[in-house]
């Protein structure tokens, strides 16, 4: 799919400090937290928590009025039927497991307007030997209150809606133990109140080849257990796991929705994405970041309980000696930018509260990734403010406009109105657990990259008007600036030159 997998711009930490000592951590790198439905304490949004998977709603008992039946006593009666009938047909799936053929590439390959309604009980089973469910181009169909499971699609794909089609409908589905891909996205798709489970890479890889999602929509889902497969061990660095994952997605709302215990990141917009709001959920337990935000563009995030993520990777980071401070939310070249069109011109992160998680936000950017640079492992893209990327280079890249324009910026982020509370006895740590940050690296690279030194760092934190303030702190909280070894306490953190959190409370001994 041309997808150019990554993962976090971080720095290597220094040897010298691989001292698990140094952590105070005492629990196991692998332990979870349970997940819980039960309201917090601590003042949280009243965000109900969408638990789909449990109870998923039934479909109809009878076949609607002029449906075709579908038969699951007949091995690749699906896809027959829906060869063989003209598009915007209603197809009814009886109770019962139905099948397709026993072909790796044998699928269902949808006609424009089609509706696959599953009755109580009905399942689309892939054996383990087919790859795809639902593939095809054509737009405006639809699949409700079906279950799809056992699917082997390849890493990087997915097995509903496998070729990205446009104005798909997936509600009340159930989509689990599949292999890659729970499903895949295409323009002004809506994924509703379903339960995207225990998928091999993704619950849903939201990328279109041609970079044309627009108007994404998934409300209310419970997204768990994705990333079965642990692709981040099995290729370091691919950058290619979650709950959902997003690419250059132009528009997108992620609302009410359940995100838990996935291995890795909840939810990960990767690369050029713009105009997300993502608001009223709750990212909980897990392994790694509740939500990354990664070289993009303009979102609202708001309304969201955010609790116990991130313990597995944070605390592996930390065991290992890594003083960066891996995040909980995680702003990595990403920030408002008036020049493209979107419901906002920043990144408005409030009305949150994050609880008990591994650190709260880090905002970052890395010196040495721009556009062109061999440091953007995102390498076949650029900016959207410059379409092509060989114009950034020496001489023009050294002046304006392209000095600014050809790298990501984290600017324009106003952190306001959250409340971060932190219980390290809960966490079970003393250190490295407790940080929000504003940082870069020292620029290095290439040789002709004219944002070596400290220019960068200087800029995320003094001069691209990242702000924090009208906060609520309960518990012990640290705050790193320009660089990991700069550490601050609340009352160096509100003073100059940083002045942050102006209007914030503190309240040190109240984590708990």
């Not at 638990?51 to 039934?58: G, M």
């Not at 593939?135 to 097995?159: H, K, M, N």
Request: with cysteine.
């Amino acid at each position: 799919m041309g997808i150019k997998r990554r993962h976090w711009a971080w720095p290597t930490a220094p040897l010298a400090l691989a001292l698990l000592a140094a952590t105070g951590c005492t629990s196991t790198p692998d332990a979870r937290a349970e997940p819980t439905d039960a309201p917090s304490a601590t003042g949280a949004p009243s965000t109900s928590v969408a638990r789909v998977c449990a109870k998923p709603p039934a479909g109809p008992a009878k076949a609607p009025a002029g449906a075709v039946t579908v038969d699951p006593g007949v091995i690749g009666d699906l896809a027959e039927k829906t060869k063989s009938s003209p598009p915007g047909t209603t197809f009814w799936l009886r109770p019962g497991k139905h099948r397709l053929e026993p072909d790796r590439y044998a699928q269902v390959i949808a006609k424009k307007g089609n509706r696959y309604l599953g009755a109580p009980g009905a399942v689309l089973d892939g054996g383990k030997k087919n790859a795809y469910a639902f593939s095809g181009t054509a737009r405006d169909v639809t699949i409700r209150y079906l279950t799809v499971q056992r699917f082997v699609a390849p890493t990087d794909e997915g097995v509903v809606n496998h070729d990205m089609a446009d104005g798909w409908v997936i509600e009340h589905a159930t989509i689990q133990d599949n292999g890659g891909a729970g499903l895949m996205a295409g323009a002004r798709q809506q994924v509703r109140a379903n339960c995207l489970r225990d998928n091999g890479q993704y619950g849903m890889n939201a990328y279109k080849t041609g970079n044309s999602i627009r108007d994404l929509v998934v409300e209310g889902n419970e997204i768990v257990g994705n990333n079965t497969g642990d692709w981040e061990r099995r290729k370091p660095g691919c950058g290619c796991t979650g709950g959902i994952k997003f690419w250059a997605v132009n528009g997108a709302d992620i609302r009410g929705n359940w995100v838990h215990d996935n291995r890795g990141a909840g939810l990960w917009a990767d690369t050029n994405n713009n105009d997300f709001r993502i608001e009223n959920n709750v990212l909980e337990a897990n392994d790694g970041a509740a939500l990354i935000y990664e070289i993009s563009y303009n979102a609202v995030i708001r309304n969201n309980t955010i609790r116990r993520n991130n313990w597995v990777e944070g605390r592996r980071s930390a065991d290992r000696g890594d003083n960066f401070p891996f995040a909980t939310v995680y702003l990595s070249e990403a920030g408002g930018e008036p020049r493209v069109r979107a419901r906002t011109d920043k990144i408005d992160v409030y009305r949150n509260v994050l609880e008990n998680n591994w650190n709260g936000i880090t905002l970052w950017e890395n010196a040495d990734r721009f556009c062109n640079s061999p440091a953007n492992t995102s390498s076949g893209d650029c900016t959207l403010l410059v379409k092509d990327k060989d114009r950034c280079a020496q001489p023009a890249i050294a002046t304006a406009p392209l000095h600014a324009d050809c790298r990501w910026k984290t600017q324009r982020v106003d952190i306001h109105g959250n409340r971060f509370v932190l219980d390290k006895s809960v966490v079970e740590c003393t250190a490295k657990c407790d940080r929000m940050a504003v940082l870069s690296n020292y620029g290095t690279y290439p040789d002709w990259s004219p944002y070596k030194g400290k220019r960068v760092a200087e800029a995320i934190t003094r001069k691209q008007h990242n702000r924090w303030h009208d906060n609520v702190y309960l518990g012990s909280w640290t705050f790193v600036v320009q660089d990991p070894s700069q550490v601050l306490d609340s009352g160096q953190w509100q003073s100059p030159p940083y002045k942050q959190d102006t209007g914030s409370t503190f309240a040190p001994g109240t984590g708990g």
